[in-house]
């Protein structure tokens, strides 16, 4: 079936431009997750839905970073005011349930860069 | 603090021979401990992971890790490595009561032919 799907997957911005960053999980997937992962790192968890309830979101680094999943499928990662340090790659990554036993599938991520 | 160590950036091996890459984690309770590779411009794949009971646990590709409880180690392992095992591996933890995964820095592991 179909995985993790992200789209744009290459995104360039001017600093202090807003992006938005789009996530299509695996269907039927309850558990949908946002990761940050800079050059050379591994990924640093930003924030978690459980369908369409933000349950934690002490990994957004600013409160320029906004997530959301209003109808418990597609999330939509929106940064606003864009930083050169914003550069990286935004993994988003869907598991079956909401359990911590469960493996989370991961997208092939956005690239974003900020000029 | 660190929930998880990746000691090595890169791992070299030959084709044909034993691959391992090593991870130690520092989280009390019972961590849940997964494996994942990463290929150029793509996201990363599930290996396997470790939840509780046998400590040499079997994933996908013909790789295996073996839980360690009192070396707090979770390292991954291939009798025989392959070309295409060339990549970027991840271990991470779920930390107790936490949904989200801490990763390790990650070791670029290049397998010559």
């Known amino acids: 079936g179909a995985g993790v799907s992200q789209s744009p997957r290459y995104k360039v911005a001017k600093r202090g431009q807003d992006v938005a960053l789009r996530c299509d999980p695996i269907s039927g997937h309850v558990s949908l997750f946002w990761y940050q992962q800079a050059l050379g790192q591994g990924p640093e968890f930003l924030t978690y839905?459980?369908?369409?309830?933000?349950?934690?979101k002490s990994g957004l680094p600013s409160d320029r970073f906004f997530a959301e999943r209003p109808e418990g499928s597609v999330s939509t990662l929106k940064i606003q005011r864009t930083q050169q340090e914003d550069s990286a790659v935004y993994l988003c990554?869907?598991?079956?349930?909401?359990?911590?036993?469960?493996?989370?599938?991961f997208g092939d991520g956005t690239r974003l860069s900020i000029l | 603090a660190q929930s998880v160590a990746q000691p090595e950036d890169q791992v070299n091996v030959a084709e044909g021979n034993p691959l391992t890459v090593k991870c130690t984690y520092s989280?009390?309770?019972?961590?849940?401990l997964f494996w994942y590779v990463q290929y150029p411009n793509r996201g990363l794949q599930f290996l396997l992971k470790y939840i509780t009971g046998d400590n040499l646990v079997k994933g996908s590709y013909g790789f295996e890790a073996e839980f360690n409880k009192s070396q707090t180690s979770f390292h991954l392992k291939k009798p025989s490595a392959l070309v295409s095992d060339s990549a970027l591996y991840f271990c991470a933890v779920s930390l107790r009561g936490d949904y989200k995964l801490s990763f390790g820095a990650g070791t670029t592991v290049t397998v010559r032919a």
């Open positions: 989280v009390s309770g019972n961590p849940y």
């Open positions: 990554a869907s598991s079956l349930v909401g359990s911590r036993s469960q493996p989370q599938h």
């Open positions: 839905f459980q369908n369409e309830a933000q349950l934690d």
